[in-house]
């Protein structure tokens, strides 16, 4: 019987307790590191530098304010209004596009001034291509679609309801501008700041040239294109610089509430449209990624074989190796959608047919690409605590923490139940005033706020000054005093008690790896000494009641250790020993039905030639 046949048992656990198993250990740790390196190397490459200066000063040129023809300026952030919108497109868009921009440096003066334009034919900067000429794009709701009271008919003839689905409008033509839907535009829901619009919409193209553009802008602002029926409105922009093979893609929504204000939306994406294969170290290392992550799938099946459903949930590195492993499998996937639609984008791109090249299917892959590289790469950091096992301090907290989770679980409960109480009740009390509770949502983050001291008391209680003090004050005494404290008695006396328990397991790291330097120093470095249990006793070596228990507690690890091992072993023996004979069964009965066979072959050739 081998020694490595012992611990065949303990497939895929990381442990130094033995020479054997610390070899393993370390040889998958240096596949691992492997893993890690290529990993961050492809995350640090799916983000680079360009796109975040990119999108910022695109966003910049978008905010920067316009002079109005009264002497007036206008801005992303002053647009509250229908009229604002459009004098926005007409004082910032267009002149920031095609440079042409209202003279206000005489009092009466009307005459236009020419700045350097950033758009050029369909060159944004010289340096990008424009995708399709920007386009304008609304979603309105039906008439009639709410109830108004008998007595105010004098003043509202017609009611417009806020956006559902069953109200919206959907006629196929509206004063001259088609109605699509998300499939025939290939777009996204649009995501406003109070609701999301699941539809397509009425579309307008604007143009290349400046002049036709802002015809186009005043036409519809004099047909009314946009009325109190309007609930959404955006402006699309998309273009990609061909240097470095970026696509930015750029939507100003604006949210047209039933009150006639407007909520403002600017959202930026940009994206390569095929990184992996324009990058050679990004592909190589995806690769070498995909690779190693077939072998973690084997170790993972056969582990799970091996030990069981039972007892494979039950380790902690199960649920580090297995999201990763799945996460893996899903990039692969996104991998090969995101070619998919990197060459239907190209074939758009130069196609002549084409008005408006769409982006959103390949910023959707693009975007869950980067989630699942980040949970990758948290969960793949996470799984270096698998390979540990030689800190002693680390089995302890694992231990204090499994002794501690019934009660931690409790208090989680009493905790999330306390949040969700204080959210109501700020969102209920402050809701209508203050930012912080505008919502649910904005509220119970704002819950978490205060315990990271990220929240402004002083704002609120200006604006409450009865109801703030009690509401802040009563949340943190209950918070602190009474649900950390108990937190932390929890924990404490779990991890007392863990240290008591825990028993010790000597480390072969620090021998395993003097062995090999003194074999490949050829004896000059100094030999390792084996590890001695004793040397990590108590240094008093007094013989009292717990260093008895520990002893016995290493004695009996140490012993039930080696028995299991050796149970196992010869388990796998016996099921060897059972499929061989299972084998030579199945081979004894082949011959038998051979042998049978010739001779009923031979006594047929006997009868026929007795006859003939």
């Not at 796109?51 to 040129?61: A, D, E, M, T």
């Not at 209004?81 to 267009?94: C, G, R």
């Not at 203050?434 to 200006?462: A, W």
């Not at 004695?555 to 196992?568: D, G, K, Q, S």
């Amino acid at each position: 019987m081998t020694d490595s046949g012992r611990y065949r048992p303990s497939y895929g656990d990381f442990q130094y307790s033995t020479e054997q198993s610390t070899r393993y250990t370390l040889i998958h740790l240096i596949l691992f590191v492997i893993f890690l390196a290529c990993l961050s190397t492809v995350g640090n490459v799916l983000v680079a530098q360009q796109q975040f200066y990119f999108i910022r000063g695109i966003r910049n040129l978008f905010e920067t304010p316009g002079h109005m023809e009264d002497g007036g300026h206008i801005a992303f952030h002053d647009v509250v209004t229908i009229s604002d919108f459009w004098e926005y497109l007409e004082f910032v868009v267009i002149p920031m596009l095609h440079g042409d921009v209202y003279n206000q440096s005489a009092p009466n003066a009307r005459g236009i001034i020419n700045k350097w334009p950033i758009l050029s034919n369909r060159l944004v900067l010289n340096e990008n291509l424009l995708l399709g000429s920007p386009r304008l794009r609304q979603v309105r709701v039906k008439e009639g679609t709410c109830h108004v009271h008998r007595s105010l008919t004098r003043y509202f003839n017609e009611c417009y309801a806020p956006y559902t689905m069953a109200a919206e409008f959907t006629e196929p033509v509206y004063k001259g501008t088609k109605f699509y839907t998300m499939k025939e535009l290939q777009t996204n829901p649009i995501k406003g700041t109070l609701l999301t619009y699941p539809t397509g919409g009425y579309v307008k193209l604007l143009s290349y040239r400046g002049d036709t553009s802002l015809a186009i802008i005043r036409h519809l602002r004099k047909i009314k294109w946009l009325d109190r029926a309007s609930r959404v409105v955006l402006l699309e922009l998309n273009m990609i610089n061909l240097s470095l093979d970026l696509i930015l893609s750029t939507k100003l929504t604006f949210e047209i509430m039933p009150t006639g204000l407007l909520n403002k939306k600017y959202k930026s994406q940009s994206c390569h449209t095929n990184l992996m294969m324009s990058d050679g170290i990004a592909i190589k290392c995806a690769i070498t990624i995909y690779i190693i992550n077939l072998y973690y799938t084997y170790i993972e099946i056969k582990k799970f074989v091996r030990i069981g459903f039972r007892r494979y949930f039950t380790k902690f590195s199960t649920y580090l190796f297995l999201p990763s492993i799945f996460i893996c499998y899903a990039l692969i996937y996104l991998h090969l959608l995101s070619m998919y639609y990197a060459v239907i984008f190209h074939i758009a791109v130069n196609s002549k047919n084409v008005s408006y090249v769409p982006t959103d299917y390949l910023f959707n892959v693009f975007s869950a690409q980067q989630i699942l590289i980040g949970l990758l790469v948290f969960f793949s950091w996470n799984c270096l605590l698998v390979y540990m096992d030689c800190l002693r301090i680390l089995r302890t907290l694992a231990s204090a923490t499994k002794m501690a989770l019934a009660d931690l679980s409790a208090f989680f409960i009493m905790l999330s139940v306390a949040f969700l109480g204080y959210g109501l009740l700020g969102f209920f009390l402050f809701g209508l005033d203050n930012g912080n509770f505008k919502d649910l949502g904005n509220s119970l983050l704002t819950m978490v706020r205060i315990v990271v001291y990220d929240f402004n008391y002083f704002e609120l209680e200006q604006e409450f000054p009865v109801l703030a003090p009690i509401y802040f004050v009563t949340y943190v005494i209950f918070l602190y005093l009474i649900v950390f404290n108990m937190f932390m008695v929890v924990i404490i006396m779990a991890y007392q008690t863990a240290t008591e328990m825990v028993a010790f397991k000597p480390s072969f790291l620090l021998y395993y790896l003097r062995k090999q330097l003194y074999r490949i120093s050829c004896g000059i470095c100094k030999p390792a000494e084996y590890p001695q249990l004793g040397k990590k006793q108590d240094s008093s070596n007094k013989l009292n009641l717990k260093g008895l228990r520990q002893l016995q507690l290493i004695r009996e690890y140490t012993e039930v250790e080696f028995e299991i091992n050796i149970l196992h072993y010869r388990l796998d023996l016996i099921d060897e020993v059972f499929h061989n004979f299972t084998n030579t069964i199945d081979d004894i009965i082949g011959n038998v039905k051979s042998e049978n066979r010739h001779q009923v072959q031979n006594q047929q050739s006997e009868l026929l030639s007795k006859s003939n």
